[in-house]
């Protein structure tokens, strides 16, 4: 079975800093790999998506995510952060076929004006 | 298109009284889920429908049922409510079992307490 780690609790950043959020991932074949988010009060939102093909994956409002197999490892990431990325960031890796659809325990993310 | 919907998006319910929370998707989703998220408990799964007429348990369960009522809605029924159902309840669907490639996709949610 599939399971997700995301070692950061809290992370604050400054407007206009980098992130990257950091996930890893037990798996054993290849896995399905997703990013969400979760503004206060709402559902979850798709950033992006891994499934095949080019390790580096583009998503929604600027984020991007690299898939490194030997680390296992997909973290997030933006270049330059604004206040409203201020969110709950979640990791979830699924299979296709199967019902296992693994989200991690969440990164809240902070940001200073 | 409105993706993947709950009715009510607040409840508030005495402890023993009864209620179902409503979900419907208009992607032509094959599979459907409801989740439950608490604080520092993450998402946890309660139920979901790998296709129409079929439904299983998920990590918890206990205290919930379930109806795939058509391949569009996916109902969640607490029979006799506790305070410890005091949670936020996400429905979500995806076109394949477990999210497959394009993952899974939220309502936003029911938020619901029990007194």
């Known amino acids: 079975a599939q399971s997700v780690t995301q070692p950061d609790i809290h992370i604050t950043v400054s407007e206009g800093a980098s992130l990257e959020l950091r996930c890893n991932y037990s798996y054993g074949a290849t896995p399905y790999l997703f990013w969400y988010v979760q503004s206060p009060g709402q559902g979850l939102q798709l950033l992006l998506k891994?499934?095949?093909?080019?390790?580096l994956v583009q998503g929604i409002k600027g984020f991007e995510a690299e898939f490194k197999r030997s680390q296992s490892s997909f973290n997030l990431r933006k270049p330059s952060v604004h206040w409203s990325d201020a969110a709950e960031y979640f990791c979830?890796?699924?299979?296709?076929?199967?019902?296992?659809?693994?989200f991690g325990p969440g990164t809240r993310l902070s940001v200073l004006p | 298109n409105a993706g993947v919907t709950q009715t009510p998006k607040f409840q508030v319910l005495k402890t023993g009284q009864s209620m179902t929370l409503q979900c419907a998707q208009d992607?032509?989703?094959?599979?459907m889920y409801w989740y439950r998220q608490d604080p520092g408990m993450g998402l946890r799964l309660i139920y979901y429908s790998a296709s129409e007429g079929t439904t299983d348990k998920g990590e918890v369960p206990n205290g919930y049922n379930v109806s795939r009522l058509n391949k569009r809605e996916f109902s969640l029924r607490l029979e006799s409510a506790a305070p410890s159902q005091t949670s936020v309840y996400f429905c979500?669907?995806?076109?394949?079992?477990?999210?497959?490639?394009?993952?899974?996709?939220f309502g936003p949610g029911t938020r619901l307490t029990v007194l």
């Open positions: 992607m032509n989703h094959n599979s």
């Open positions: 979500a669907s995806s076109l394949a079992g477990g999210g497959g490639y394009n993952g899974q996709f």
């Open positions: 891994y499934f095949s093909g080019d390790t």
């Open positions: 979830a890796v699924g299979a296709h076929g199967g019902q296992n659809f693994v």
